[in-house]
Antibody, heavy 121, light 107 residues
Framework: QVHLQESGPGLVRPSETLSLTCVVS?????????WGWLRQPPGKGLEWLAN???????DYNSSLRSRVIISVNTSKNQVSLKLNSVTAADTAIYFC??????????????WGQGTLVTVSS | DIQMTQSPSTLSASVGDRVTITCRAS??????LAWYQQKPGKAPKVLIY???TLQSGVPSRFSGSGSGTEFTLTISSLQPDDFATYFC?????????FGQGTNLDIK
């Protein structure tokens, strides 16, 4: 049973860089699938941010591409996210998740519990 | 970019009711859809993928259908555990799009 656990600072100052880590257990990232980050502002909907494959191949949400970097460390079995130049609009619960294929569709079958990040001075 | 619009945004129903949530795409989809259930303070949980395939462990009262621009999630007989928010999700051209969500609450 795959388990994902996000961690990072709960508070980030405006204009600074948000850094999050997701540790995966119960499954080796090197075995395959995509690993991604999504977020959800309090009381609102879901937004996909980025995905990465164990080889390092990345996909980004075009609306955030200039501010987001996703990376993978297969030796530590973890995925990381950096979002720079944050504003209050980046306040959200951030989830890491595993994306698996299903007939022309990739969907997220395993999720971390999420971590709330607040952007405030 | 393809936009996904869910309706209704809020749905009030009773235990035992049959309910349907619709997800409409801004253009015809060549790929299929997934549906998620999310409860307060929890991560989303996938219910259905490939438009109509039930994820392992999901009760058979959940079903999905559709094609083109219109897709539906149906709960045949609402149970107390089903009151939650539901999202549809599409994948296209290395990008993922979610509907805005449908909040299903108790009437």
């Amino acid at each position: 049973q795959v388990h994902l656990q996000e961690s990072g600072p709960g508070l980030v100052r405006p204009s600074e860089t948000l850094s999050l880590t997701c540790v995966v257990s119960g499954y080796s990232i090197s075995s395959g699938y995509f690993w991604g980050w999504l977020r959800q502002p309090p009381g609102k909907g879901l937004e996909w941010l980025a995905n990465i494959y164990h080889s390092g191949r990345t996909d980004y949400n075009s609306s955030l591409r200039s501010r987001v970097i996703i990376s993978v460390n297969t030796s530590k079995n973890q995925v990381s996210l950096k979002l720079n130049s944050v504003t209050a609009a980046d306040t959200a619960i951030y989830f890491c998740a595993r994306a698996v294929p299903g007939s022309n569709l990739y969907y997220f079958d395993s999720w971390g519990q999420g971590t709330l990040v607040t952007v405030s001075s | 970019d393809i936009q996904m619009t869910q309706s209704p945004s809020t749905l009030s129903a009773s235990v035992g009711d049959r309910v349907t949530i619709t997800c409409r795409a801004s253009q015809s989809l060549s790929a299929s859809l997934a549906w998620y259930q999310q409860k307060p303070g929890k991560a989303p949980k996938v219910l259905i993928y490939k438009t109509s395939t039930l994820q392992s462990g999901v009760p058979s009262r959940f079903s999905g259908s559709g094609s083109g621009t219109e897709f539906t999630l149906t709960i045949s007989s609402l149970q107390p555990d089903d009151f939650a928010t539901y999202f549809c999700q599409h994948y296209n051209n290395y990008s993922y799009t979610f509907g805005q969500g449908t909040n299903l609450d108790i009437k």
